[in-house]
């Protein structure tokens, strides 16, 4: 641990433990995005609704849209701000891969009730067997009190309704020799009951939600493993837990400009989060980063003060964007999947992402800003580099970065067992991580 690391020690446990509140209450996109509206609210935030006017007030706003969110402060750049002020803007995503439940999902066999699912994002299947499986998401419902009849609600079951059993050894004994082979299909659909009797999801979903069965119009219904988050390790210096590509961003984005907005820099910047749904499938939706969401609402921001499209424009060449995603943290097991010029270590600091061909957005220019806002924060930087015969991921900076025209760079956390149903990484990089993006967003 170097000694810049050790001076953020202090506020390990206040991180961890608000990390694993905000994953514990956020089993969907939209209950991440629930909470993090309340965390701004009691923030001194003010909800905005997207058919409304945007407000011209200096302030501290945030608005949604189903599993995105976005927060942005006026209040410190105040009265008579010019309209093309640039934007520091921290962007993250709120969905993780897992199994999301089919339109009409009821089957039988063998004597079991099943559910039908697909798999959401690139999930690590084998991890989804054998576990204890609650239900999450949004429903709409027929509702005559509410403008065009529909309303749309929240819920959540944490019982342990759910379950994908593995294939017992002594009927494929192939499977130590040469590894387990799932099928999306046939092997991953989860059992709920026993009986002859034909379960209805629908039925027990309208139960949930405590409407009638025909007032259910549709759902957003997905799986989550109820192992609650905690810390682990000798010394308690690691947090495992599910969801933490890319909740653990999310909530140091949150941190990060509530923090920003109470120490406000000097220079004239407004800080701005981001918080994009559907990355893991490719962020083409009316909610992901290649969605308007992000640039109308920039525009949006330039026009309540008074300005037009030169402004944004002149506003957006100055913007800086941070992308944050977490970052692979070299596995003890498979050192060689890694690059060995690029070794990255759990509680470490944040990772700069670096890619050629643009996988991540990252620049000179990008790399720089970036690096000194981990200086300010008093944070060591480490830089990932994908192997050269290895296909690189990707998140949502290069798509920002297309839409805007702003300078960006990416950025994680390091994490082992990305993607798996339950994910490991460093207590120490939450401190860490959360006091670059302040820094970032309140450039001195």
């Known amino acids: 641990m170097t000694d810049a690391l050790r001076t953020l020690s202090t506020q390990v446990t206040d991180v961890t433990d608000g990390l694993c509140a ?5 089993p969907s996109p939209f209950h991440a995005v629930e909470t993090a509206a309340e965390l701004l609210r009691q923030g001194g935030f003010s909800e905005v609704a997207e058919c409304d006017p945007t407000p011209s007030a200096p302030g501290r706003y945030v608005v949604r849209r189903a599993g995105s969110l976005l927060a942005w402060s006026t209040a410190e750049v105040g009265e008579g701000r010019a309209a093309h002020t640039p934007y520091r803007v921290v962007g993250a995503h709120t969905d993780s891969p897992n199994l999301r439940i089919k339109p009409l999902p009821d089957w039988s066999r063998a004597g079991w ?3 039908g699912v697909e798999v959401y994002g690139g999930a690590l299947t084998n991890s989804w067997l054998d576990r204890d499986l609650g239900l999450s998401g949004r429903v709409a419902v027929r509702d005559d009190a509410v403008t065009g009849g529909i309303s749309q609600r929240l819920w959540r079951c944490d019982d342990p309704i759910l379950r994908v059993s593995q294939l017992a050894i002594h009927l494929d004994r192939t499977v130590r020799s040469e590894g387990l082979q799932l099928n999306d299909q046939l092997h991953l ?17 309208a139960e949930q939600v405590g409407v009638q069965a025909e007032a259910l119009l549709g759902f957003d219904a997905m799986t989550h493993d109820l192992t609650p988050a ?18 653990a961003t999310s909530y140091a984005s949150v941190r990060a400009i509530l923090h920003a907005v109470e120490h406000p820099c000097d220079g004239p910047v407004i800080p701005v989060i981001v918080l994009f749904d559907h990355e893991e499938v490719g962020s083409m939706s009316e909610r992901g980063a290649h969605s308007t969401f992000l640039p109308a609402w920039l525009e949006r921001i330039v026009m309540a003060a008074g300005g037009n499209r030169e402004d944004y424009w002149r506003a957006l060449a100055s913007t800086v964007i941070a992308s944050g995603d977490m970052a692979h943290a070299t596995h003890p097991n498979y050192a060689e999947r890694h690059e060995p010029g690029h070794p990255i270590m759990v509680n470490a600091g ?5 890619n050629t061909n643009l996988r991540y957005a990252t620049d000179s220019l990008g790399a720089a800003t970036f690096t000194l806002a981990c200086e300010a924060a008093g944070v060591p930087m480490q830089t990932f580099v994908t192997r050269s015969d290895l296909p690189c991921g990707s998140t949502v900076g290069p798509m920002t970065s297309a839409l805007t025209g702003a300078t960006t760079v990416d950025f994680g956390a390091p994490m082992l067992s990305m993607h798996s149903s339950r994910e490991l990484a460093g207590t120490l990089d939450q401190a860490g991580y959360a006091a670059a993006l302040a820094a970032f967003l309140t450039p001195a």
């Open 113 to 115: 009730q099943m559910l």
């Open 189 to 205: 659909a989860p059992h709920w009951g026993q009986g002859v009797e034909r379960a209805n999801f629908r039925s027990w979903l």
């Open 350 to 354: 944040p990772v700069l992402k670096v």
């Open 22 to 26: 905000y994953l514990d209450a956020s």
């Open 230 to 247: 905690r810390r682990v390790g000798a010394q308690g210096e690691l947090i495992a837990s599910a969801r933490l590509d890319n909740l």
